[in-house]
């Protein structure tokens, strides 16, 4: 548990941080550029979720919308993390980065009303949408989460799902030392 909380408090801090650092230093909408053609630091801030999903709808609901699933996300990610955190190390990674990252802007919802987005990576006039530390962690913990997910179906001899020329899915699975085909249908 302490590994955990170290790593949603480190996640946490630094977005905090460098939000601050951007809402005390820019204007809003103001940019600086970094890497020219590719990346600038910009302050925005987003109402609505991820890549500004909702933003553009009015009234309070929207507000305690995402109130209430950011709270309900962090609560199953720690109960996801207790229940998985032995299963494999990547898990004890994953998760707290996706709690951190889901934290993070949740404070932002509650003390501000929107998410601080800053970090603008684009190529010619083809813009990401802009994000942040926290939704940096929550890519990086999915991602992170996805392969552990993998490397645990590996290990456990499981395999993909390949459809044969019916249509039907077909498995590969090890029973008692051998390799079987499984027809799903």
Not at 105 to 130: E, M, Q, T
């Amino acid at each position: 548990m302490i590994r955990f909380l170290a790593i949603v408090a480190a996640v946490v801090a630094s977005d905090q941080l460098t939000k601050l650092w951007v809402v005390k230093s820019f204007s809003l909408y103001e940019s600086l550029e970094i890497v020219p053609g590719f990346f600038n630091l910009t302050y925005l801030t987003n109402k609505g979720a991820a890549f500004g999903f909702l933003a553009g709808q009015t009234g309070e609901w929207r507000h305690y919308l995402f109130l209430i699933l950011g709270t309900v996300a962090l609560v199953v990610i720690v109960v996801a993390w207790s229940r998985l955190r032995h299963a494999h190390m990547l898990y004890s990674l994953s998760l707290p980065l996706i709690g951190g990252g889901a934290l993070g802007n949740l404070i932002d919802r509650i003390r501000l009303g929107s998410v601080v987005d800053f970090l603008d990576v684009f190529i010619g006039k083809h813009h990401w949408p802009a994000f942040n530390v926290a939704d940096s962690a929550i890519s990086i913990g999915v991602v992170v989460f996805l392969f552990a997910n993998i490397l645990e179906g590996a290990k456990q001899g499981r395999s993909s799902v390949a459809v044969d020329k019916d249509g039907a899915g077909v498995t590969k699975e090890k029973i008692k030392g051998k390799d079987t085909l499984k027809v799903l249908k």
